[in-house]
Each structure stands twice: as structure tokens, then as C-alpha cells.
């Protein structure tokens, strides 16, 4: 019954939860710092039901296994393998949110495994300026351009492509959008993950987080040729 509503009446500090629009929805949507995203909180019914249950949590120091660092952790290889289709250098998904803002990455689990991420970066200007000048550098010193050529032919263009990835120049972010927008955002899952409540769970925690510390707003980066993730934010609002 609460499909209709947009947003709760705010009637002041002591209203209780029955006086406000929506009831107890609409006190719990308002108690969450995501500003104006009322479209995350409708939930059609599933097409399809189903019994699947998933695991919404934040970046443990345990997926974060190996000593080369965060950017590969067994949660960016797998995410990578299952949102890809193809193998890959590990670190090309998360890497950077990984090293730089572990504290605002979120995994989504289902009975596989991890099966979707949300990272973001509170102060997005800050962010791309230590991938460019310390991050990156570091990766590609790791992964030198002639990694990808002379081996086996499984998997060798996704490698090329991965390296290629590492050392193409990142197109710069507009300051308008900057200022205008002061945190990045980014978020995936895999082809499983059928229900839409899932990712937007997803955004919601990730949104909260950032709005919680202060940020008026996010933007992300899309390829305007990668239409599984154009249409993936299109299904998120």
C-alpha cells in the first residue's frame, strides 16, 4: 500500500511514525541520509518470485588476501570473472577503490559468492588525483605494456585489453562536475543477480554512507559504448 508514496511528510521532530505519510515506511525512508533518491525506494513485485537470499556487507580485512596488495583481493577477482565474462588482471574492477577507499565498498553475496560491489570515493577530486599520480604509476609498473603479448591464446585478448586498460590515460572529470557533484561512485553486479531490490539495496548503502559524511551529491563514470552498465543505472533511476 506503500507503492504510491515518494517521499514521507516531515511534520517535525516529535511527530510520531503513524503521522507521517506512508506510516512506518515512510519513518524508516526518512531516518536514511540519501537525500532525494525516493525512486531506490520502490520495489515492484518480482516478475518472477523467488527464494533467493543475498548478503549485503562491507569490505572485510579477510577478502583482502595475498601481499600485493589491495588490488588483488580474492572479492575484485572473483567479482571480475563473474561481471566480465573473461579473464582478466585482477585490480581492473576495484583496484583502486580497494587501495584508496576501502571504507566506502560494499559486496553483495549470494549463495555463490560474491555476486555485486558499490565502491565510492567521498571527495572524488582528491581520489582521482592519487590514482593518477600513485596508484596507476604502481599498476603499471606491475603489468608493463608487453605483458599481454607472446602467451597462450585462452584469454589473450582480454589480457591485452586489461593492459591496455592500465595504460591508457584516464579522461579527465570536468570541474563543474566536480563541484557540482564532489563524490564518484560505482557499482555492478552479475548477470545471476535477477532481482532489482538487490542492486538498489545496494546504492542505498553506498549513498547513505557518502551522505552520512557529508557529500551533496555523486556522479559515475560509463562508457557511452557499455550498454550492460548504461542500462543497469537506467533500472536503478
Known sequence: GCQSVTAPLLLGRDAEPWARRGGLF???QALLPVGNSCDLF???P????????????PLLPLDKLGNEGA??????????AQLSHAPALPGRLLGSFLSLSPEYTFVLEDEGGPCGYAAGALHAEGFLQQRDSSWLPAIRHKYPPDLGTGGPALGQDALEEAVLFFHSEPLAVPQPVLRRFPSLV????????LDVGASRSLALC???ALR?????????????ADRQQLSFYSKLG
Not at 588490488?71 to 575484485?76: A, I
Not at 552520512?212 to 557511452?224: E, H, K, L, P
Open 46 to 57: 518480482p516478475l518472477f518470485p523467488s527464494s533467493q537470499l543475498y548478503l549485503l556487507r
Open 186 to 193: 560505482q557499482l555492478g553486479t552479475a548477470p545471476r543477480v
Open 212 to 224: 552520512a559524511n557529508g557529500s551533496r551529491g555523486v556522479f559515475c563514470q560509463v562508457s557511452d
Open 26 to 28: 515512510g519513518e524508516l
Open 42 to 44: 520502490y520495489h515492484p
Open 71 to 80: 588490488d588483488c583481493s580474492e572479492v575484485s577477482q572473483r567479482l571480475q
Open 206 to 208: 553506498l549513498l547513505s
